[in-house]
């Protein structure tokens, strides 16, 4: 699989704050240097795959819960944030958040609304899981269209410090240009908490989140 339009996009818009951008993509049982980056993506996988990456992904375990503890911004997409709960249908997991995940016969899918409190603007994307989570005590969004977590709350994603996973996909900061500048904003100062950001307009994008806004608040409220 190559490199996202999640990773794309955020690649060009560091770059047009001036900062030189590499990417290195790496794949189950490749050997990696956490410490080397600025910034740390997860994509989704079947769950077969994802039982895979776990047993493969524990040996990172107290590295990836320092870094996340130091801030390392993280985003995690699709299922790979649930490697960071405490179990999967009861298997162990990285421990590094309390939340438990079960695995369902039959999958949510659908297109959804959510809002968070770290941002102004709602945020839009598709979720496809099979999955319900339990004992989220760091949830990112809350749901106003769409499913949520489980059968009994309107709450989706975990967010601490700059670890943010959600199942959210579409890419998710290809139609959400605000999420998108806030994982800018956070990699540059992160590399220079003085770090002077430029103001650059991307009307494009601003049109395409808001027709896809506006689509689904009159499905919401048909």
């Keep these: 699989m ?127 899981k099979q999955t319900y989570m339990y004992h989220n005590m760091n949830p990112l969004f809350s749901v106003e269209f769409g499913v949520g977590e489980n059968e009994n709350n309107d709450y989706e994603g975990v967010k601490y410090k700059n670890f943010f996973g959600t199942h959210v996909t579409g890419p998710i900061l290809i139609k959400n240009p605000e999420l998108l500048q806030h994982f800018v904003e956070i990699i540059c100062h992160n590399r220079n908490k003085d770090f002077k950001m430029k103001e650059i307009a991307y009307p494009n994008e601003i049109e395409g989140y808001e027709l896809t806004l506006d689509e689904l608040e009159k499905r919401r409220k048909q």
Excluded: W
């Design 2 to 128: 190559g490199i996202t339009g999640n990773v794309r996009i955020l690649k060009k818009h560091l770059e047009d704050q001036g900062l030189d951008v590499s990417l290195e993509q790496k794949s189950f049982e490749d050997e990696i240097n956490l410490e080397d980056y600025d910034f740390i993506y997860l994509g989704s996988g079947t769950e077969r795959s994802l039982d895979a990456v776990l047993e493969d992904i524990k040996k990172y375990k107290e590295k990836l819960n320092q870094l996340i503890h130091r801030d390392k911004p993280m985003l995690c997409t699709g299922n790979s944030f649930e490697m960071f709960g405490k179990t999967i249908d009861e298997k162990e997991a990285l421990g590094i958040f309390d939340f438990e995940t079960k695995r369902n016969k039959l999958r949510d899918v659908g297109d959804v609304i959510y809002k968070s409190k770290y941002l102004e603007k709602k945020v839009v994307g598709f979720i496809n």
